[in-house]
């Protein structure tokens, strides 16, 4: 059965496989494109490895150094096992990484996350990831980071003045940009998070409706917030 995709979700889609093969804050192109490619396998692996054992230990993956291994490993477990991820596993893989890595790897993951649940459930073949984009990573960040109160990462400065799922990403720009991007392709703008009556069409889901949808999927997915 032929599935018409909206032609601005398919685009959202598209920007956000460029976007996970250009160079990013802290990543180069080719090192989130493996991130991206370890994720996508994590979610369609048949015979997941548990949580506590990590990709780059077995035999499944070929450890070229591209990309550190506790990346690696904290990569397939959030796509595969989010909802066993702890603060204490938090800071051991950022004091590793690096804490705004760590975030940046979150949205490459988050993004993955998206798009293919998308094609799979709407029987699609998921498309392939581009060539990664040579160039050193921006190191792009806000002027201000803080502490949070609500987030284990640090965040754009103030902290904690909107909720936790909104400024998780804020330490990461760019990531943050297509991130909502995306979201607002496959969910729901965030400008028209507060008015209750959205509809992205006239004969289309009920702002309750889409909700609701949202809420069951979260619960399906271990979602935190």
Known sequence: MAVDVR?????????????IASPGSWWTG??????AE???AAIGDDDPLPPWVGL???ERYDDDGLVPTPAIDVAYRIARHAGTMTESVYETVSADIGELPYVELCTVVSMVAAVVAFHRNAGLEVPPFPDAVAGDPTEEQPDELASAG??????????DQMAAVVQAYTAVPAGLEMTWRLGAAQYIPNEEMVHPDWMRRPDGLTR??????????????ECFY
């Open 30 to 35: 080719a090192q989130r494109v493996r991130i």
């Open 56 to 58: 780059s230990g077995s």
């Open 7 to 19: 032609d601005d979700l398919r685009e959202a889609q598209r920007e956000a496989w460029q976007h």
């Open 38 to 40: 370890v994720a996508r």
């Open 150 to 159: 609500l987030n284990w990462v640090p965040v754009a400065a103030p902290a």
């Open 208 to 221: 309750p409706e889409t909700e609701l949808i949202a809420t069951r999927v979260a619960q399906l997915r």
